[in-house]
């Protein structure tokens, strides 16, 4: 009954524990969707097919991320946020964005394909890029949503827009054979998703609005969101863009069958973390009391701990649960699963100081951090590669993401969030828990190292 009651009302407990709630339920819901969508997929298309669609969601993930201007975070953080000016200024900054992010992607279509040595992309990207010039329409009640944390209706329309895509890609995975069938399932899911964010979402429509002083405050912020985006993009798909490289696609598509499973607690603690801590931490400000970094010590440790507890289930049970899922064809993905879990476990302890950064508006140190992750996740990336193929490029990660450490706490003592209490902690439970995983896999491990698949 307790629990009941301090999930009701406005106060910014309730709203962070309905919010938490919501967002690991449709996480969850997610994740469990994407799962058996790739159990029947994988038995209708062959490996190649998902590595030509990891190139595919490269490129767009890259396009999206060279280019964003910081519009979520800034309506997240502005004291204008609620200011209809200011939304729609953001919304026809954002619709520019997309139909530019199109006729990029169109541009890039032949250049990627000979890169790659690829050509189905020159057909495949213009048609799959259609996501960015749609998604650029989203209303900007979206982030409304997420800055007041009322996420229910944006989670139910999430999953059902996921539905639709897991049935329109097996329909056309069963008649088409082939990659077109991600593709094609992939524009019309998110051309429902618009409509579905614009009948739904509570609140006025969006029109073109270019208001200066708008304009002004979301490019000043947004400028060092966008060279932070840039490598953001770098260190969370430098390993795509470097392996895909190095292997070929039937290799490639194994390591992101191994990477879905593995990514499982990082990717559910980044939506929280970016969904919830920005306005927790504008209401709540670290430094401006003892109460308030006490507050944000249990909810970090709280995250933390069942994000640790994750990452060691997955670890340990990487391999039978590629066994028990997966076609025999995949089983290389098992090793992959646990080295990847493991290698994870720095990033997360640190998750919650960057978005400290940026609800103190300090976009710039921000921009500092994801441009040092960036260098350091490349150079470990190319040692391992070189020296060890895919065992030492996971290693590499694993090592870029613990150097990174000591930049973090620089950012977090700037706006009085460094919590060393809460990190020595869980690096000694990640360390137990990687330990486990290790001994439980040894002989996998051993044979990752040494085989054809590094």
């Known amino acids: 009954m307790n629990i009941v009651k301090r999930i009701k009302g406005s106060s910014l407990t309730a709203r962070v524990l309905r919010s938490s709630a919501l967002t690991v339920g449709g996480f969850g819901a997610s994740q469990v969707i994407r799962l058996v969508t790739n159990l029947i997929l994988t038995r209708l298309l062959f490996p190649e097919a998902f590595g030509i669609m990891a190139l595919v969601s490269l490129v767009l993930i890259g396009l999206g991320q060279f280019s964003d201007v910081g519009i979520g975070p800034s309506i997240m953080q502005s004291k204008r946020g609620d200011d209809p000016d200011f939304l729609n200024t953001a919304w026809s900054i954002q619709a520019i964005r997309g139909v530019l992010l199109w006729l990029t992607a169109c541009a890039l279509s032949w250049p990627a394909a000979a890169l790659y040595q690829a050509p189905e992309l020159a057909q495949l990207l213009p048609v799959a890029a259609l996501t960015l010039l749609i998604t650029g329409f989203n209303p900007t009640r979206i982030e409304t949503a997420h800055r007041h944390m009322r996420l229910g209706r944006i989670t139910l329309i999430d999953i059902v827009t996921q539905l639709v895509g897991v049935i329109t890609a097996v329909a056309f995975a069963y008649w088409l054979k082939s990659v077109w069938a991600l593709v094609l399932s992939g524009v019309l899911s998110t051309l429902i998703q618009l409509v579905l964010f614009n009948f739904l979402l509570p609140g006025p429509a969006n029109h073109f609005r270019w208001e200066r002083t708008a304009r002004r405050e979301l490019i000043t912020f947004g400028k060092w969101i966008f060279l932070s985006t840039l490598c953001g993009f770098l260190f969370t798909q430098g390993d795509k863009i470097l392996i895909g490289k190095y292997l070929s696609l039937g290799e490639f598509g194994i390591y992101n069958i191994g990477y879905f499973l593995a990514s499982f607690p990082l990717m559910l603690g980044t939506m929280v973390n970016q969904k919830i ?6 209401e709540c400000p670290p430094r401006e009391s003892r109460g308030n970094f006490i507050r944000l010590r249990r909810m970090r440790m709280l995250m933390t701990g069942a994000l640790i507890v994750l990452v060691t289930i997955f670890a340990s049970l990487g391999i039978w649960l590629i066994g028990l899922l997966y076609d025999p064809r995949y089983q290389a993905a098992g090793a992959v699963v646990v080295l990847l879990a493991i290698m994870q476990i720095p990033t997360i302890i640190q998750l919650t100081y960057d978005q400290a950064a940026l609800a103190a508006g300090d976009s710039r140190r921000f921009f500092i951090l994801t441009l040092l992750r960036a260098i350091l996740m ?50 000694g439970l990640g360390l137990g828990g990687a330990a486990l995983a290790l001994w439980l896999n040894q002989d996998a491990i051993i044979a990752l190292a040494f085989s054809g698949q590094g």
């Open 277 to 282: 801590v920005i306005p927790i931490y504008r």
């Open 378 to 427: 490349i150079i470990g990336l190319v040692w391992g590669l070189e020296i060890a193929g895919l065992y030492g490029a996971i290693l590499g990660q694993g090592l870029a993401r613990l150097a990174i450490y000591p930049v973090t706490t620089w950012l977090a003592r700037r706006v009085g969030a460094w919590d060393p209490v809460h990190d020595a902690v869980f690096a």
